[in-house]
């Protein structure tokens, strides 16, 4: 199974919105809504921020927003904040071979 | 609260063999549904999954790695072990593993909700 493919990065200014996309096959995003976006600051442990595509985890602010269409997985950060700084992971289960899941390459998110 | 903790040696010579634990609380894995996975990500480097095992002793592994990886659990001790055969360099990673409950009534893996700090190994020799 291949990685889903991410943008390397991307940046927006303090109050703006920004989209990470994260882009798999019909056998992973386009068949499931088993995708997970994770936020990593520099030597930190990585957090769940969304989990089923849509749904956030109790205490993850209601800025972090998922959505899907297709075989692409999206996180949208609204009111942009300078703590939102990271890296960003997509994950999915894949339906085939192993059964698994597979994460995304990774998306530094810059706050000008 | 659920805690998860990995422990293992920090260094390890090119063929060795690695035996990482995850000792967790606040949950079992004899409960329905339950699961714990194991994640790496070399230095800079994105996160990689490697395997996954439930309650059921349901067990999955990456493509790329399962002819190294061998995952068992012991339910009485609340740990999880990962064993990694013929090291190599390019092993070197932080490896962290993270509680991980199977999508509601299903067999489908689902998120990572809680990690553990994770353990830094060295693959040198």
């Known amino acids: 199974q291949s990685a889903l493919t991410q943008p390397a990065s991307v940046a927006g200014s303090p109050g703006q919105s920004i989209t990470i996309s994260c882009t798999g096959t019909s056998s992973d995003i386009g068949s499931y809504n088993l995708v997970s976006w994770y936020q990593q600051y520099p030597g930190k442990v990585p957090k769940l921020i969304i989990y089923e595509a849509f749904k956030r985890p109790s205490g993850v602010s209601d800025r972090f927003s998922g959505s899907k269409s297709g075989n692409t997985a999206s996180l949208t950060i609204f009111g942009l904040q300078a703590e939102d700084e990271a890296e960003y992971y997509c994950c999915s289960y894949v339906g085939s071979g192993t059964f698994g899941v597979v994460f995304g390459g990774g998306t530094k998110l810059t706050v000008l | 609260q659920i805690t998860l903790k990995e422990s293992g040696p920090t260094l390890v010579k090119p063929t060795q063999t690695l035996t990482l634990t995850c000792t967790f609380s606040?949950?079992?894995?004899?409960?329905?549904?339950?699961?714990v996975g194991w994640i790496r990500q070399p230095p800079g480097k994105a996160l990689e999954w490697l395997a996954l095992?439930?309650?059921?002793?349901?067990?999955r592994y990456s493509p790329s790695l399962r002819n190294r990886l061998t995952i068992t659990k012991d339910t009485s001790k609340d740990q999880v072990v990962l064993t990694m055969t013929n090291l190599d360099p390019i092993d070197t990673a932080t490896y962290y593993c993270?509680?991980?409950?199977?999508?509601?009534?299903?067999?489908?893996?689902?998120?990572?909700?809680?990690w553990g700090q994770g353990t830094v190994v060295t693959v040198s020799s």
């Open positions: 606040g949950f079992s894995l004899s409960t329905n549904e339950m699961g």
């Open positions: 095992i439930y309650w059921d002793d349901d067990k």
């Open positions: 993270a509680y991980s409950p199977r999508y509601s009534g299903t067999y489908y893996p689902n998120a990572f909700h809680v």
